[in-house]
């Protein structure tokens, strides 16, 4: 996703050998995310028929091809081609998601859920770091190499027990029993969780048996038609459409663009590019909170807290863009914020400095809760018959709504002012607390069956 923050404003230079215009820029950025839905709506079968090691360890193949055809682009086509590619395998990954649900303890599933975030974070910090060294070519082949390395590391996990016993006519029990070992280490815990699996899979079996022969398999359609499933469907889905409303990714995908046309008169020792790396670093950091936090906080308080600190610093953004003069309204504008006419009087000089703050705490905030927890909740709030499919398909919708709001967000900032954007942002953060205060269970320190119950039992 970062990689079009770096990328974009590359390509908008005057000395560029690959020229690009508001149209293509909106492309670079957003075919990503279309291509990755398809990835996800596809996962749910391909890690159901592979299991969940064997296809994260496939899935890095294409991802260095993807990379490769960065690095040798001589077109926008190629370009396409290599964001569409990288897009689909990204889309795939949601196997990671599941696969550390179905690994992991209660206690420990939020938090390992939230490292992936962490990584997400991480990776952007990278993006950033290796922006200031390289052009975007030398950092195709580094990812690459990157996700070479990936397979080599990937292919010595050990495989799903989850997955092992359910897929019984493939692989035996003893298999997901020396999976669990190879997790945990001390015989006494590989051995409780496996006879708990065991036993669990044998009721679910047991069940299935004594429905008529008619009933025994249900089709994801007469699933879908079920409250364990309906309504994690439709809460998911308003909190990954509120989510791409406040913004968090669009800052994401166009940075430099954003920060090109705040007018914010940076200094010496605060860049362009120092900007971008404290805006990963603060990102990192809160990932890694979010992370420590979901094994003590209720993911509901800290979703509150993301949505509402948003919500807060954002306005205030939006309220300072209108007292700072200089502020440009080209999206594809190649001319640094250092250069931009500004304030000469203290106050505009007070205000850029605010604003700059501002827009730090928002994506810190953000980093917190709204974007990180929708995603982990996937795992926690489908019933595991239908998980591997469900999740796909809300990645996928979620995916969808990404790429709607990245797509047209280039003639939206031309079209309307960036204080309006701004006020959106912050309308939609406090819509989504709302919507999490009113419809979200607490999934906290609940096994996922009892996360399942709720939807069983609660009332409409």
């Given at each position: ?18 020229q690009?215009d508001?149209?293509?820029s909106?492309n ?8 990755v839905?398809f990835?996800?709506l ?16 496939m ?16 077109n926008?086509f190629m ?5 569409i ?5 990204g ?20 938090m ?14 990278i993006t950033?770091?290796l922006?200031v060294y390289?052009?975007?070519?030398t950092?195709?082949?580094i ?8 397979f ?9 027990p ?7 006519k493939?692989?035996k ?15 006494h ?5 496996y006879?708990?699996?065991v036993?669990?899979e044998?009721?679910?079996r047991?069940?299935l048996e004594s ?20 309504k ?9 459409l ?6 968090c990714?669009?800052l994401?995908?166009?940075?430099i ?8 008169n940076?200094?010496e020792?605060?860049?362009?590019n ?17 992370s420590?936090?979901s ?8 979703l ?17 863009v ?12 190649s ?7 500004t304030?000469?009087d ?9 604003l ?7 994506n ?11 995603w ?13 499919k ?7 919708i979620?995916?969808?709504l ?5 797509k047209?967000f ?12 701004f ?6 953060s ?22 399942q ?8």
């Open positions: 996703m970062a990689f079009s923050s770096i990328l974009i404003p590359q390509l908008s230079e005057p000395e560029s050998d690959i690009i508001l149209s293509s909106s670079i950025a957003s075919i990503v995310v279309v291509s839905a990835g996800a596809v996962c749910g079968s391909l890690m159901d028929t592979f299991g969940r090691v064997r296809l994260s360890t899935i890095c193949v294409p991802f260095v091809v993807a990379w490769l055809l960065i690095a040798l682009s001589r926008l370009i396409y081609t290599a964001r590619l990288s897009g689909f395998c889309g795939l990954t949601t196997v990671a998601l599941v696969y550390v649900s179905e690994i992991s303890s209660p206690e420990y599933r939020g390992l859920l939230c490292l992936n975030s962490v990584a997400v974070s991480l990776g952007i910090l950033y770091l922006n390289f052009k975007w070519r950092i195709g082949y990812f690459a190499v990157s996700a070479l390395l990936t080599f590391i990937v292919s010595r996990l050990p495989e799903s989850s997955w092992i016993v359910s897929m019984r493939k692989r029990n003893s298999d997901a029993l020396a999976s669990y070992e190879w997790i945990y280490r001390r015989h815990l590989s051995s409780f969780y006879h708990q699996l036993d669990n044998k009721l679910k047991n069940h429905l008529e022969k008619k009933e025994e398999v249900k089709s994801i359609l007469k699933l879908s038609q079920e409250s364990k499933v309906y994690p469907l439709i809460i998911l889905l308003f909190m990954f509120f989510q791409q409303l406040s913004g990714y669009i994401i995908f166009y940075t663009n954003i920060f090109r046309n705040l007018s914010l940076f200094t020792k605060i860049n362009e120092m900007a971008l790396m404290l805006l990963g670093t603060l990102r990192l950091i809160m990932s890694v909170i979010a420590g936090a094994r003590k906080c209720h993911r509901k308080t800290l509150y807290i993301s949505g509402l600190g948003m919500m807060i610093f954002i306005f205030i953004a939006a309220i300072l209108q007292n700072t003069d200089g502020s440009t309204q080209n999206f594809l504008s001319q640094t914020s250092m250069n931009h006419t304030i000469n203290d106050n505009g000089s007070y205000n850029e400095v605010y700059l703050i501002s827009i730090l705490c928002y810190s905030f953000s980093a917190l809760g709204v974007m990180i927890l929708p982990t909740l996937i795992s926690e709030l489908y019933p595991i018959e239908v998980k591997g469900m999740g796909g398909l809300t990645v996928a979620a995916y969808v990404m790429f709607s709001v990245v047209v280039p003639f939206f900032f031309n079209l309307y002012n960036i204080e309006t954007m006020y959106l942002f912050s309308a939609s406090l819509a989504f607390c709302a919507f999490v205060y009113r419809f979200l269970p607490e999934t906290y320190g609940k096994s996922l069956i009892d996360i119950n709720y939807f069983v039992t609660v009332k409409q």
